[in-house]
DNA sequence: TCTTTTATTTTGATTTGTCAAAATTCAATC
DNA sequence: GATTGAATTTTGACAAATCAAAATAAAAGA
């Protein structure tokens, strides 16, 4: 079985590899920071993974997962999210401490549990940030989502995911009233001001810089997921 | 914060503390084989638990914990007790089995969800296996339990506590009908067979060797707890 | 008391994951 | 092309937890 330690790289190189254009490789500078070792580190890690065949590491290049990387980065985030849901609905934690509660317990569940949890919620898809929950087989295929800043203006459009979990940003997040399911409406850009405006239905229109702005991701109010 | 091997040997001191008479030091031996390592790995850990003024250590007597060791222990084992109840009471998981996911989980909740889960649960007392949760404050004062080739015979007496987590020997229990709760009364003792037999209530009566007896342990029916 | 047995401690090594700092490589600039 | 700078790798060291095997102490027998 794979360490804590393997496990948190995995899942960092699968999100990292996410963010970034297809096949492209993570490079190690970046893997390091994110998770805050030294780069030194990270590349001993790194050497130490593909002598387990769980990364391809191209020397000077960067990491990516291989097939048994990437499928094991996935059963790490499966139970990492839907720890996250179940601390939601069931305990009625805040949506913005789950994910380091979640941190802990992804790597202390086991399979039979997890299935279990997974039943107890009825299969949810989603965790409480809107991100997907890859199922047994694998992840499902991402709806295309537009983060607020590159959203039509004036569309009614529906938040789906928060690419962040700073628990200060999701508190405020859910002051404004900008927690998945919301309806929105993009009302105005600024390109000097580097901002955007966003109208939450029933609150009030909130004004984000575009960094802010591209941490949500919004799908069109008529479809369904 | 303590390592989870730290945890693990605080709280395995603890509950061989528990098996033995007051004040009496757990020798080196003993808690070697509990945690499955040579003695040579419990005599360095001791050493490290005993800098760290977790355990008092006399060497070639043994160890026993300090106040501060055994107020981590209890920790751990509030920890581990609410995980089971959860899995049992909640997610509906064999009382069997989850002695050793709770082995797990006990390392991996922070204070605050563990406060969340024991709102959730409504501050049970005991676990699935009859053993008392202890409080933040400490452990309860613990009833007075006889095991089953102690108890009187022929007495209306209450399974109040198993002690073996074993999920074999557990799984036998529930077969027979000697779970915590059951109504069962003594009905003979044979000095020579070294046996006990026990009839629970609306159930065929079963026959144990004293060295299961023991692990038994029951109160009279008409006290609550 | 002397010897044997058993429990415990010591010693020296190993593995995993880490850091600091020096060395290297590659790309970019002059 | 030579030099500078940034990213990366290498090297040597360290802490935690472990084992194997040798050394020691205490208890039990003779």
Chains 1, 2 share one sequence.
Request: hydrophobic share 40%; proline share 7%; glycine share 8%.
């Amino acid at each position: 079985m794979p360490s804590v330690t393997v496990e948190n790289y995995l899942k960092t190189i699968y999100l990292h590899q996410q963010r970034r254009p297809r096949e492209e490789l993570v490079p190690m500078g970046e893997l390091a920071s994110a998770m805050s070792v030294t780069p030194g580190t990270a590349t001993s890690m790194v050497k130490n993974l593909s002598d387990q065949e769980l990364v391809d590491y191209e020397p000077r290049g960067g990491v990516r997962l291989t097939r048994t990387g990437d499928k094991t980065a996935l059963q790490v985030l499966r139970r990492h999210r839907l720890v996250e849901v179940f601390l939601v609905e069931v305990l009625g934690l805040d949506w913005a401490e789950v994910h380091d509660e979640a941190e802990e317990l992804e790597h202390a569940i086991s399979d039979k549990l997890l299935d279990r949890l997974d039943a107890f919620l009825g299969y949810p898809e989603f965790d409480p940030h809107g991100d997907p929950i890859p199922s047994a087989k694998g992840m499902p295929k991402a709806a295309e989502l537009v983060d607020i800043v590159e959203a039509p203006q004036g569309r009614a459009m529906r938040v789906a995911r928060i690419k962040d979990q700073d628990p200060a940003f999701l508190r405020f997040l859910e002051r404004c009233g900008l927690t998945p399911g919301q309806l929105v409406t993009v009302t105005g850009r600024d390109a000097v001001a580097d901002a955007v405006t966003v109208h939450p239905d029933g609150k009030d229109p909130v004004t984000l810089g575009t960094s802010a702005g591209r941490k949500i991701m919004l799908r069109p109010a008529s479809q369904r997921r």
